[in-house]
């Protein structure tokens, strides 16, 4: 198992461009998840999906979109890039059932700058 | 919604000694706790959780202790060696919220030689 995969690993943004992190996952999880972390900072939940078809916001969703029209794959959008957006994003994914709570398995990052 | 309070910010130990890092939530309905350790441009990696039927957990050198009544839980390293050095985070959430982590700020640990 190839585990969670992002592509690209590293991406230098104009202002104003937009472009699309991919997110993939191998272990047939239900839940996925994009997160940033800022320099020096925690990791803020931009988006989440419990399967494919499903998405909702999280704690800091502007400025970004999502789609999951497969249980494998998650990409995450930036429309019309800012500088505030400068950041290492991270894609997770679980197994979700009900109400229990499994390990998220991170995948490892891509790293964004806008200038 | 859940607020994750993550203390020290930075931790310098030496090898041997202990390290304990303390996290404190505002959700008391939170009852998922993992701790993440992220090495230098590396993705989080889960080194230990506990849930809130249990008081402790342990796992070689690392345990976490959980304290409901207060709302903190604390990751503990004994037998500190320099490769514990990296950055840690706590987590909290709840069963009902779909998995979705709310992270600490992090403690950058240093373990000296």
């Known amino acids: 198992n190839a585990g969670v995969t992002q592509t690209p690993k590293f991406r230098i943004l104009k202002i104003g461009q937009s472009m699309t992190l991919q997110c993939a996952q191998d272990?047939?999880?239900?839940?996925m998840y994009w997160y940033r972390q800022d320099p020096g900072m925690g990791l803020k939940l931009i988006y989440y999906?419990?399967?494919?078809?499903?998405?909702d916001k999280g704690e800091v969703p502007n400025g970004y979109n999502v789609s999951r029209s497969t249980t494998e794959d998650f990409p995450l959008r930036l429309e019309l890039a800012a500088p505030s957006q400068t950041s290492v994003y991270f894609c997770?994914?679980?197994?979700?059932?009900?109400?229990?709570?499994?390990?998220?398995?991170f995948g490892p990052g891509t790293r964004l700058l806008v200038l | 919604g859940e607020n994750v309070e993550q203390h020290p910010s930075t931790l310098s130990v030496q090898e041997g000694d202990s390290a304990v890092i303390k996290c404190t939530y505002s959700?008391?309905?939170?009852?998922?706790f993992p701790w993440y350790k992220q090495e230098l441009g590396k993705r989080p990696q889960l080194i230990i959780d506990?849930?809130?039927?249990?008081g402790e957990k342990k796992d070689q050198r690392i345990a976490v202790t959980l304290n409901k009544t207060a709302k903190h839980f604390s990751l503990h390293i004994t037998e500190t060696q320099p490769e514990d050095s990296a950055v840690y985070f706590c987590?909290?959430?709840?069963?009902?919220?779909?998995?979705?982590?709310?992270f600490g700020q992090g403690t950058i640990l240093t373990v000296h030689p």
């Open positions: 997770a994914s679980s197994y979700g059932s009900g109400r229990a709570i499994e390990t998220q398995y």
């Open positions: 272990m047939n999880h239900n839940y």
């Open positions: 999906s419990v399967g494919a078809g499903i998405t």
């Open positions: 959700d008391s309905a939170s009852n998922y």
């Open positions: 506990i849930r809130s039927n249990v």
């Open positions: 987590a909290a959430t709840r069963s009902t919220s779909y998995g979705k982590l709310t």
